[in-house]
């Protein structure tokens, strides 16, 4: 089988032996495809749900072992899995801040498949938790936990404790579903603030990169608006001059707000 | 045993173009436009994404890209110790949730050779067009009449490009299965119509370093956002997410090309 053939399975037929996740990796959260086998020799990395099908890349036993073998899949025994549409896993790790919380919604949504399985860490003390997901059912967890994330941000970062606000602020970068102008606004301000001005820099040129001018000057307008509302005293002249005091107040308390109708929702 | 001369490659390329008129007048047609795609078309290597010690992120994290010394059969009987495996203009090996992309200068200034095919694919994938399989001894002659230096890659492919395709970016844009307008001057092709069979390959004999003043990187695509974090501060200006990693590096050549 040449690699990258697509094919098709009925969900029916598919049992579930892995996902391409990799136990490790710096990011505090982080999701893929599983992987499936129609137990005739024909394993699948299932990219896409179509009606009652999975489609993907199909390879071989051997080379599903492969990718085992060199630490590329993962294969983690959930007992008695039945596959539904738009199951993924989701890899919630040590690094994830209020993940007891986290796993306590999951179990109540409704949205998880199979018990949660832990995964220990090579050589530390620690363990990623691995989670069998739906993921339309799941999805709007994510964005809660974002908000939560980006809120704790703001609150270390209101009371100058940036390394802490950077971590929350990398936690939402990583439930973020997609490049989003306002976290990545803030996880700038953070580096910039931790003194990583070339990480910072760096962010904004893949802003660029990946979605153009325009989300670029999107993404630095909110690291702006973010910058006046916790340093002030530095932000008015280096960044909007003549800005005064109570307005960063008051956009800090609309900021506030945004987050709290963003996490009640 | 050393790669082919540039004259002789093109010789033989010149050939083909000149069996028919119709491939002589498209050549003709196509060439400056070729010419000057073919200048700029990058060096594009997708791996996939693994535990700490993947080459993905070794790879970043050491800033240079290694050669592996376990070569296939042909390169060991050609002499080639170790090799670190691109396309040239795209990302043809259809696996891997990220693609580096090196400038196009980086093959002249580095120890490489080039194929008008993919060299693994000669031993499984590849068939002469009259559908026969490829013996040892057919695999070893292909391998050795189209070895180039990677030296003049560039030049051969302004040559390539507009012999095989009507509208030369076309070589950029076809996805992962596909024929040129033309069929390919080497005579092979692939059983399952995958692009391998006439995508250029280039091969770095020695490390290829990925520091920012090598100037050799332009880009790391990765396919989640997730990803960037793995990317060290000195390089995360060169990180860009798209979801298609192989639509990624398309976009990001046509930028540069067109």
Known sequence: MHVGVIMNLQISQCRYVGAMVPPAGKSSFDETSIVVTDGNGTYLRVDAYVSDSVTGEAMTYDEWQLLVGDGQATQIGFDDVKIQTGTVLWALRWNFEDRDSALDDLRCSGALIAPVNAHAVPESAHSNVLALVIRPVAISLRDKWKERALSNAEQHATLGRWESATAACEQGFALATELDARTLGLLILSYEHQGRLQRAKGYLEVAERSKGTAFREEVQSHCDRWGRMFSPETTTTTRTPGLARSSWKTEHKCHLEDSQRALAA | ?258
């Open chain 2, 1 to 258: 045993m050393p790669p082919r001369k540039l004259t002789e490659l093109l010789g033989e390329l010149q050939n083909v173009i000149a069996s028919t008129t119709e491939r002589q007048d498209c050549y003709a047609a196509g060439q400056a436009m070729s010419s000057r795609i073919a200048a700029c078309l990058p060096l594009v290597r997708r791996l996939k994404v693994g535990g700490v010690a993947s080459p993905w992120q070794a790879s970043v994290q050491s800033r240079a890209l290694e050669p592996k010394s376990l070569c296939t059969v042909l390169e060991e009987r050609a002499g080639i110790d170790a090799s670190v495996y691109f396309f040239l203009g795209c990302a043809a090996y259809p696996r891997g949730d990220v693609a580096i992309v090196l400038h196009s200068r980086t093959a002249q200034s580095v120890a490489s050779s080039f194929w008008p095919f993919d060299t693994g694919s000669l031993g499984s994938h590849l068939q002469s067009t009259n559908g026969s399989a490829l013996d040892s001894d057919a695999q070893d002659e292909a391998f050795r009449k189209y070895w180039g230096s990677g030296a003049d890659v560039s030049q051969f492919a302004e040559v390539f490009l507009a012999a095989h395709f009507a509208v030369p970016i076309q070589y950029v844009r076809c996805g992962q299965t596909g024929s040129p307008d033309f069929p390919a001057y080497h005579g092979l092709m692939s059983r399952d119509n995958d692009r391998r069979a006439w995508t250029v390959e280039v091969q770095a004999h020695e490390v290829v370093s990925l520091a920012k003043e090598s100037g050799h990187l332009k880009t790391i695509i990765v396919q989640r956002h997730q990803l960037l974090d793995e990317l060290p501060d000195d390089l995360s200006e060169f990180g860009k997410v798209a979801n298609d990693v192989a639509a990624g590096v398309r976009e990001e050549i046509e930028q540069l090309c067109m």
